[in-house]
Nanobody, 125 residues
Framework: QVQLVESGGGSVQAGASLRLSCAASVPSFSTYTLAWFRQAPGKERESVAAIHWSADQVSYTYSVKGRFTISRDNAKNTVYLQMISLKPEDTAVYSC??????????????????WGKGTKVSVSP
């Protein structure tokens, strides 16, 4: 059974950093393009970042460029989202997703095979 399990969320003040992790129990993890999404209360889900299965391409939504970094460790079947200079508008439930041999465009468009349940990030002013 495939599972994506996020961790690392929490409540922080503006300007702080957090690193989210998503551990995946998928076979051949290295063949999955991975993405992070977030959904703030009362808002639609938003694509945040994606990393190609070849690990040579990444993509970010404009509002997080320069502050968030997506990376993956294929040996640990884990994808990370390093977040710095957090802002109150980053408050949301963050979820990871996986797409077998997916393109960055597919992954960021929510065209994925698996979803995690999410981890909550709260940023206070």
């Amino acid at each position: 059974q495939v599972q994506l399990v996020e961790s690392g969320g929490g409540s922080v003040q503006a300007g702080a950093s957090l690193r989210l992790s998503c551990a995946a129990s998928v076979p051949s993890f290295s063949t999955y393009t991975l993405a992070w999404f977030r959904q703030a209360p009362g808002k639609e889900r938003e694509s945040v970042a994606a990393i190609h299965w070849s690990a040579d391409q990444v993509s970010y939504t404009y509002s997080v460029k320069g502050r968030f970094t997506i990376s993956r460790d294929n040996a640990k079947n884990t994808v990370y989202l390093q977040m710095i200079s957090l802002k109150p508008e980053d408050t949301a439930v963050y979820s990871c997703a996986a797409k077998l041999f997916g393109s960055l465009q597919q992954a960021r468009a929510s065209d994925v095979d698996y979803w995690g349940k999410g981890t909550k990030v709260s940023v206070s002013p």
